[in-house]
T-cell receptor, first 113, second 114 residues
Framework: DGGITQSPKYLFRKEGQNVTLSCEQN?????MYWYRQDPGQGLRLIYY???????QKGDIAEGYSVSREKKESFPLTVTSAQKNPTAFYLC????????????FGEGSWLTVV | AQSVTQPDIHITVSEGASLELRCNYSYGATPYLFWYVQSPGQGLQLLLKYFSGDTLVQGIKGFEAEFKRSQSSFNLRKPSVHWSDAAEYFC????????????WGLGTSLAVNP
């Protein structure tokens, strides 16, 4: 089955540590996205990538980093510089068909302890 | 500036009642418009989308939405709500620029009374 796989589902991090969230897709989509979701704030764009080896900052990129070395993979690193990292993180990819639909993974919960 | 607004933060309906969730957009040109549903702790699932053609769009799970250019709206409807429809609903618009970013509403939380 085609889809987007995020791992881990739940992650606990100590303050001062970096942590990397994995996102893999087998949909052959060029564009991929990372969103952060907090209660009452909807979805906020962290980073996006239109193509391999290229990515752009979204609205809240500070304290985060990404890479796009392969079409299938778009990992997100939450660095110690991110002051409030506890949130639900969603990875997505976009197809080229009519309407350019965006599809989502199941999300990863990050908690700083 | 492009924007998507969902005026209702929370809605409660009785099971079997009809449902309408509001979404208003502000775009220079006709955007692509989407409705997604999210169950607690899960990813978002596409319900339906509008990008051209017939302004009444049918989606999954018995949902439909109507694009009304004159009202800048894309409201989601369902004739008879089921308890399993309780979830968070998000409206989004795809901007026309080169970066193709989705502009999101803040969501409407739907509760269903038995």
């Amino acid at each position: 089955d085609g889809g987007i796989t995020q791992s881990p589902k739940y992650l606990f991090r100590k303050e001062g540590q970096n942590v990397t969230l994995s996102c893999e897709q087998n949909l052959n989509h060029d564009a991929m996205y990372w969103y952060r979701q907090d209660p009452g704030q909807g979805l906020r764009l962290i980073y996006y990538s239109q193509i391999v080896n290229d990515f752009q900052k979204g609205d809240i990129a500070e304290g985060y980093s990404v890479s796009r070395e392969k079409k299938e993979s778009f990992p997100l690193t939450v660095t110690s510089a991110q002051k409030n990292p506890t949130a639900f993180y969603l990875c997505a990819s976009r197809d080229r068909g009519p309407g350019n639909t965006i599809y989502f993974g199941e999300g990863s919960w990050l908690t700083v302890v | 500036a492009q924007s998507v607004t969902q005026p209702d933060i929370h809605i409660t309906v009785s099971e079997g009642a009809s449902l309408e969730l509001r979404c208003n957009y502000s775009y220079g040109a006709t955007p692509y418009l989407f409705w997604y549903v999210q169950s607690p702790g899960q990813g978002l699932q596409l319900l339906l989308k509008y990008f051209s053609g017939d302004t009444l769009v049918q989606g999954i799970k018995g949902f439909e939405a109507e694009f009304k250019r004159s009202q800048s709206s894309f409201n989601l409807r369902k004739p008879s709500v089921h308890w399993s429809d309780a979830a968070e609903y998000f409206c989004a618009g795809l901007n026309a620029g080169n970066n193709r970013k989705l502009i999101w509403g803040l969501g409407t939380s739907l509760a269903v009374n038995p």
